[in-house]
Nanobody, 121 residues
Framework: QVQLEESGGGLVQPGGSLRLSCAASGSISRILVMGWYRQAPGNQRELVANIISGGSTNYADSVKGRFTISRDNAKNTVYLQMNSLTPEDTAVYYC???????????????WGQGTQVTVSS
């Protein structure tokens, strides 16, 4: 099994910044993708950004130029630096990891419990 520990959410004023972190632990043999999704009330969960094992990244159009995703492979940790935040960024942010374990090398999706990000004055 893979466990994900998220941190860094909170309340911030418009124009402010936050940094989310997600550390993966457990009997991990391989991590293919690490990323972040978000879900606002009444909306579907959507991809914010992800980073593939080779380093390539994907961003939602709404966050391009404002958010930066990065990954520390040695620590199995993914970061999301969020700048120029707006009220539209308010949501629960979920860490997502696609990984295999030493017990089962088959790749599975793992989800964190979510961290609230609120952008408000």
């Amino acid at each position: 099994q893979v466990q994900l520990e998220e941190s860094g959410g909170g309340l911030v004023q418009p124009g402010g910044s936050l940094r989310l972190s997600c550390a993966a632990s457990g009997s991990i043999s391989r991590i293919l993708v690490m990323g972040w999704y978000r879900q606002a009330p009444g909306n579907q969960r959507e991809l914010v950004a992800n980073i593939i094992s080779g380093g390539s990244t994907n961003y939602a159009d709404s966050v391009k130029g404002r958010f930066t995703i990065s990954r520390d492979n040695a620590k199995n940790t993914v970061y999301l630096q969020m700048n120029s935040l707006t009220p539209e960024d308010t949501a629960v942010y979920y860490c997502n990891v696609v990984a295999g374990t030493v017990v089962s090398p088959r790749l599975y999706n793992y989800w964190g419990q979510g961290t609230q990000v609120t952008v408000s004055s």
